[in-house]
Every structure is written in structure tokens, then in C-alpha cells.
């Protein structure tokens, strides 16, 4: 249309401070974006932490608090469950399968679990995906370890060397378990999950290392070397939680109120996808408050180009009273001034775009390696493209106020040209 | 058969809001076609206002103005509009051009909003850009090195003479200018006015001259003084 080629012009000729506003469209946009794919796909990261579990079971206390001691090794249990009460429930006959899960112990930092053989086999994350080994294979021994990818990546392990497992969780810790040193046999690929940063031992390794301890010391005179301890029971007394795989998935009601009203001892189980979506409108609030910011960031680019809008509206009455006098319409006025808006909100969005894909391009290593969060690079979701909509909706109606102005001007100057 | 006239003015009554008082009473004014008119008036004397109400911009409180014998006060706005764009021509005073369009975007620019002139403009079988080169050349502003400066670095009088150009493309049947040479020195004013003259007469179109400059008056055929006309009570100063 001639009068939007127009608005072109006029811009190109203004292109210094429409540069300005340019940027200014655009960053706030790619900061708009950057963050709603952000929340998005933390979101589905976070929801794809475990997958396939039916009921996640353990001492009682809150739900949350047990989702994220159990799932995400975050905090510590309340309390222990008796070997007893698992196994009761590992044998029940609507379950399916198990996983008994042991706390409590950390190697730099990253947290010890207590496992058996069922974990490699059952646990899922994601849309149901399996565990799968980077190199080397599950422990079949007391005294191995399986690595999460993270914890080989950043300590630099390979198969075969030996690592010694500290008590208690914090990342220094005086009391090691110096003189039961583990072997590692495998390290599992990545999977974004709390997996990662996990170090896999044996339940019996567990109970091995503490055999000789008593109320989180080693108590002197009943120091046993690593061979002889194997020769003891170690099948473990009690354990932190574990995870339930039900043969179907109707029953899975009828089980959780089973284990919750066991008499024998207070247990708690959860459908570890409520639990999720809890935690998540938890945390919904600090991410409802960003995304609130980048919408005034938004809003604040918006408003920048109307203030130049509109500043430069009064210099450029002669300009509309020529092109009034040339037989341009009040209307096509109006469509000038508001073309320009259009222009620059959608020419910003598109720069907005570009950078958000930029970005995305060179963080997306970063991110996935410190934060284990993969930020795939695909076209916009319907949500983006809604948003880019509302922008360049928003971007027309700010526009049309200097665009009214002018057409008002236009109306009252007509070709009456003022100095 | 009686030919319409350019301009028909009659019993018009002018004032900005009714409680004000009136700025322009003629009783009656006639403008045949072809004809070059100057008219004459002080700065104030609402020279302006009567152009506005010629080109349809402002409307007259009470009578008639007649443009190719349209009663143009009585079409509505966007009417209007569309009948100044495709009749009249434009020459301001000072800064016509757009600054943002090149010599020759400025030249066509009422053929974007005139389907009439535009067509008038290529009916020969030239192209807008040969049309275009064509006034210019006749206003002496063809030279390549000219059409491609920036408008804003031309002179007053280069400006003014693309303004001619961009008022004559078309051939709109009235040329309007207001003032267009008070920004020339006086040698210059008479080569522009030469020109203005050789392309209205070519193009037949009747050239309506406003002002304040009385030296210029012997060069037209047909003179008004915008004072004797004017019936309003004398204001106070």
C-alpha cells in the first residue's frame, strides 16, 4: 500500500532513533520470549523427573517433603521406614515392582543413594524413558557405584577408580568412610533429572559402611575391614523411601490408602504427578512475578516508541499539511503515523525473534551443562506466537494515539502550513 | 455553450467558530478557466482562509464556492478531499517538499493519492518517472546530479521549482499558490514566475497567485484585492 511505503521512508529517514526503538522492541521481546520458554521448558523438565512411578512411599510427613527428598534429593527424610514395612508392600499382590531407595551420604557434595538392582530396571523419566549406561554396567557387588552423568562429567571419574563416600549430605564432611572405598563400574547418560548428580551405590553397601558405626560415629573398638563385613547380613534394617510400580493403574487409590492407614508404622504415599503439580504452583508465584517483568520490560518498549511517536508529531505537522495539500486524506494521516508503529513493533518483533534464537544457540550448551536443562531450538509454540500477536497488537493501539493526534491536527491545521 | 468557470464564489460568509466574527464576507467572485489571477492582500487579511476554502479544507459559514462547477462545500469530507487531490495543485510558501522523498518521489507524490492525475500524467504513453522528468526538465531541475540529491540539500528556489513540478503533475485544472516566491530574491522570482506561467499555460490550468508583493502585480492579467472585495466590517487592529 502506497501510504505504508511511505511510513517506510519516513522511518528510514528518522532511522537513527528508530533504530533505538528497534532495539529497544526487540530486546524486550526476546526477553519476553527467552523467559516463557524458559518457564516452559523447566516446566516440562521438571515434570519429566520421574515418570511411570505410581506411588512414592515413605516416613510420614509432607507430601512435597517427601517428593523432594525422594525424587529430587533435595532437603532430608523426617524419618526412616522399616525394611519390614517395605518389604510387606514390595510383596503385595497389586504391586508390580519396587524400588527401596537409602539417603543420607554424599560424596563432594553429591548425594549418595542406596539402591538395588530394580532402580536401572524400573525408574523412568521423561515420557517413560529407562536409564541407560554411558559406559560400564550396573553394580553387582557391595562396593561399586554407578555415576550420574554430572557427577563423572565434573569430577572426572572413569570406570575402575575408587571413591570414598562421606557421611552425612553437606558438601565437606569430617567423617568419611575412608576404609570402604567404592569402585566405579558405571556411569548412566544424561538425563536432565536430579539422576545426574546422583552417585548409585548397593543397599548393602550402605548398611556395609555403616556396620560399624553407632549414632553417626565410628565407634573404635568395633572397627571391621571392608572384606570382613561382607561376611555379615546386610540386608538393610531400615531404608529412606521407596518407589511403586503398580500392575494396574485403577489400583493405584486403593494402595495408597493401604499404606497410609498400615498400623505397623506411619507411612506416607503420594502420586508423585500431584505432588509435581503442587510443588510447581509453589513455585508458580515466583514465576508468574517474572513473567509480570518482562511484560512491563515489554511495556516499557512500547511506551519508549510512543514518547518518540509522539514527541515528533508537532515538527512534523508541516509534513502532514503537504501531504494534506498533495490530497492526502486525513485518514491516510492517521494510517501513516500508526503505519510507523505498526512497522517498528513488527520489524522489533522479528529482531526480537532472531535474538531470542541467537541466544538460544549460544546458551543452550551453557545451560544444559550447569543447570542440566535442555532447551530444545524449535519453531515457536502457539503460545509464543500468541504472545507475538498480543505485542504486535499492543504495538497497533499504541500506535494509534500519535496516529489520532495526527489525524486531529490534520483535521484542524489542514493545509494552513505553521513555522 | 457557456463554459464553467474555474472559481465561483458566491454570497460566502466565513468565520473559525460562529460566536466569532467574521474573517471573509464576498459577495461575489468569478474565476474563468485558464485565467492567471493575483490576488493581492496584507499579511492577516485572510488570504489564507480563502484558499482554504477554495481547496475545500475549510468550509464557508453560509454560501457557495463552485470549483469546475462543483459546489464543493456541499460534498462531504472525504469527497472533498478526493476533488482537491485530482483538481488542484498546490505551491506553498517555504519547505514544500517531504524531506524523506527523494526529487522525483516528491514530484509524483499526488499521483499515490490521484487516480485521475496519475492516469493524466502517463496518458501520453510516458512513464510517471519520464513524466515527471519532463516537468523538471522544463523548470530547468533535470540535470541527473539534482534529482538525486537529497531533497533537503537543495536551494529555496530548487525546492520551489519541484514543488512547481509536483503542483503541475497531472495537470490539475487550478494551480494554487500561496506566496511561493517571497522566499526568492527578486531576480530569481521573475525566472520561476516565467516558468509557473509557460507550464499553466501549457497545461491550460487556471493558476490562482496570492501575494503581498506588489511588484509582481503587472505580470498577471487579472488582479483582486483581497480588502475591496471583502465585506466584512472593518476589524480592529
Known sequence: MAILSLAFKSLLNRRFTATLILVSIALSVSLLLGVERLRVESRNSFANTISGTDLVVGARSGAINLLLYSVFRIGDATNNISWKSYRKFADHSLVKWTIPISLGDSHLGYRVMGTNQDYFLHYKYARKRSLAFDQGQPFEQVYQAVLGHEVAEMLNYRIGQKIVIAHGAGKTSFAMHDDKPFEVVGILEPTGTPVDRTVHVPLEGIEAIHSDWIAGRQVPGLKLSAEDTLKKNLTPKQITAFMVGLKSKLATFRVQREINDYRKEPLLAILPGVALQQLWDLMSVAENALLVVTILVVAVGLIGMLTVMLAGLNERRREMAILRSVGARPGHILLLVTGESLLLSLVGMALGLLLLYLGLFMAQPFIEANYGLHIPIDFPSLREWMILGLVGTSGLIIGLIPGFRAYRYSLSDGMSIRL | ?237
Not at chain 2, 27 to 46: D, H, K, N
Not at chain 2, 93 to 113: A, G, H, K
Not at chain 2, 117 to 127: D, F, I, L, M
Open chain 2, 1 to 237: 455553450m457557456p463554459q464553467i468557470n474555474a472559481i465561483e464564489v458566491d454570497n460566502l460568509r466565513f468565520a473559525w467558530r460562529r460566536e466569532l466574527p467574521e474573517v471573509l464576507h464576498i459577495p461575489q467572485l468569478e474565476v474563468a478557466r485558464g485565467e492567471r489571477i493575483f490576488i493581492r492582500g496584507a499579511s492577516g487579511s485572510g488570504k489564507s482562509t480563502l484558499l482554504a476554502l477554495m481547496a475545500g479544507v475549510n468550509l464557508p459559514t453560509s454560501g457557495e464556492v463552485k470549483i469546475l462547477g462543483e459546489t464543493i462545500n456541499r460534498l462531504g469530507s472525504a469527497k472533498r478531499d478526493h476533488f482537491r487531490s485530482d483538481h488542484i495543485g498546490f505551491v506553498f510558501q517555504l519547505f514544500n517538499l517531504i524531506p524523506y522523498l527523494s526529487v522525483l518521489e516528491n514530484v509524483t507524490l499526488p499521483c499515490r493519492f490521484s487516480h485521475l492525475r496519475k492516469h493524466k500524467a502517463t496518458e501520453s504513453g510516458n512513464s510517471l518517472h519520464d513524466e515527471a522528468m519532463r516537468l523538471l526538465g522544463h523548470l530547468d531541475m533535470a540535470h541527473t546530479d539534482l534529482v538525486h540529491r537529497p531533497v533537503t540539500e537543495l536551494s529555496v528556489g530548487q525546492q520551489q521549482r519541484v514543488a512547481t513540478a509536483r503542483a503541475l503533475i497531472g495537470a490539475p485544472e487550478i494551480i494554487i499558490a500561496d506566496e511561493p516566491t517571497s522566499a526568492l530574491d527578486s531576480d530569481m522570482r521573475q525566472a520561476f514566475l516565467r516558468l509557473l506561467f509557460q507550464e499553466c499555460e501549457e497545461t491550460g490550468s487556471t493558476l490562482l497567485f496570492v501575494s503581498h508583493d506588489r511588484q509582481l502585480e503587472p505580470l498577471f492579467e487579472h488582479h483582486i484585492a483581497l480588502d475591496e472585495i471583502n465585506q466584512t466590517p472593518v476589524r480592529s487592529v
